[in-house]
């Protein structure tokens, strides 16, 4: 970082930027990328460019974009989210269709919100790190083509999807017209987040990422960590998921904690507390050098990166351990 070559990002002439976006393009499949400071910038940009003030956007309830984004979907692009039912954030064809309906000459598609788009998250964060199973999200995303819908993944976590089940990136980006992904996501680096898609689409994006003041001139200096981080980092990705495996077998056997290990598939570990508030839980936990957070009243988000250790994954386990017993 401290050696990268660096230009001004708004005039498209960091090298390092243009490096990194065109590398994360063609892991992807797709014509171009344009990298953002956020990964949240990334997501709402793309809605933004898929949509119009008063469209429909179908999100699965628990969505990253939908919940976590600041109200952005809303406030920046106007839209209408529509919700559904997905089970640790994965949902059915059956699900995309009845939201979308069926027009009648009784009830004008002039009626509702026209539904634009649909998106997915892969891995999800609110399921708990959960995979989109493949034949699921071919078939989902398939309807929502037929359906005239545009798709857009969050795949803030993608990476992870794919060292864990050994399906290429090519293969989960494939049905989407735009791909959002993150680089400071366990792989170490600092910020930032790329958005791939057609030229089209792209040229259309680095519009609203200026729009939203994402023009981040010498980003080459951050662009330089991620592109490290896309090179040299996603091979250790079974490192970070084997230290999450461990520390959910191992506290799924205490007493006040429920959580079925075999649910975790990637570096996120969701549990619930039995007998305490997840509040009371997380500021003792903090006091131990423990951080995790909140979700809820009794749920608790535990997640694992590259700089966690197998010894440092043992000292959490041992600090859950101590919390338990003294709160
Ligand atoms: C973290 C995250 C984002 C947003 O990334 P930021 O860089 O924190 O804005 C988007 N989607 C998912 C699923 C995430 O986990």
């Known amino acids: 970082m401290a050696w990268a070559h660096v230009g001004d990002d708004v005039y498209g002439d960091d090298p390092t930027v243009k490096d990194l976006e065109a ?10 990328a344009v990298y953002m400071p956020t990964g949240t910038m990334t997501n709402q940009v793309g809605i933004r460019a898929h949509t119009e003030a008063g469209d429909a956007v179908l999100f699965d309830q628990n969505a990253h974009v939908y919940l976590l984004e600041g109200g952005a979907p809303a406030a920046y692009s106007g839209i209408l989210p529509r919700l559904l039912p997905g089970v640790r954030g994965i949902f059915t064809s059956e699900d995309v269709v009845a939201a979308v309906g069926q027009p009648h000459p009784f009830f004008p598609s002039t009626v509702s919100a026209p539904v634009k ?3 997915l998250e892969n891995t999800h964060n609110g399921g708990g790190g959960t995979i989109w199973p493949i034949d699921q999200l071919k078939a989902v995303t398939a309807v929502g083509r037929d359906l ?3 798709l857009h993944l969050d795949g803030a976590r993608l990476w992870h999807a794919s060292a864990a089940t050994g399906i290429d990136l090519l293969e ?11 680089f400071s996501k366990a792989l170490g680096a600092p910020v930032g987040s790329c958005l791939a898609g057609s030229a089209e689409l ?3 994006a680095r519009r609203f990422k200026q729009q939203v003041g994402g023009g981040f001139r010498q980003a080459g200096i951050v662009a330089a960590g991620a592109l490290h981080a896309l090179r040299n980092h996603r091979d250790r990705l079974p490192e970070v998921h084997a230290n999450a495996k461990r520390f959910a077998e191992a506290v799924s ?8 290990p075999e649910g975790v598939e990637t570096n996120i570990v969701r ?5 305490l508030r997840s509040a009371a839980f997380v500021d003792q936990a903090y006091d131990f050098g423990l951080h995790v957070l909140p979700s809820g009243v009794d749920g ?6 590259l700089d966690i250790s197998a010894e440092d994954t043992e000292r959490a386990i041992a600090v859950v351990a101590k919390v338990l017993a003294e709160v």
């Open 253 to 260: 056997q205490f007493d006040g904690i429920d959580l079925n």
């Open 300 to 305: 608790v988000r535990a997640v694992f990166y």
């Open 172 to 182: 989960y980006a494939g049905p989407f017209d735009t791909v959002s992904v993150c």
């Open 202 to 204: 792209v040229a259309r």
């Open 148 to 150: 005239g819908l545009n």
């Open 23 to 32: 590398e994360t393009a063609a892991l992807l499949g797709k014509d171009d």
């Open 271 to 275: 549990l619930r507390l039995t007998g």
């Open 117 to 119: 788009l649909l998106c």
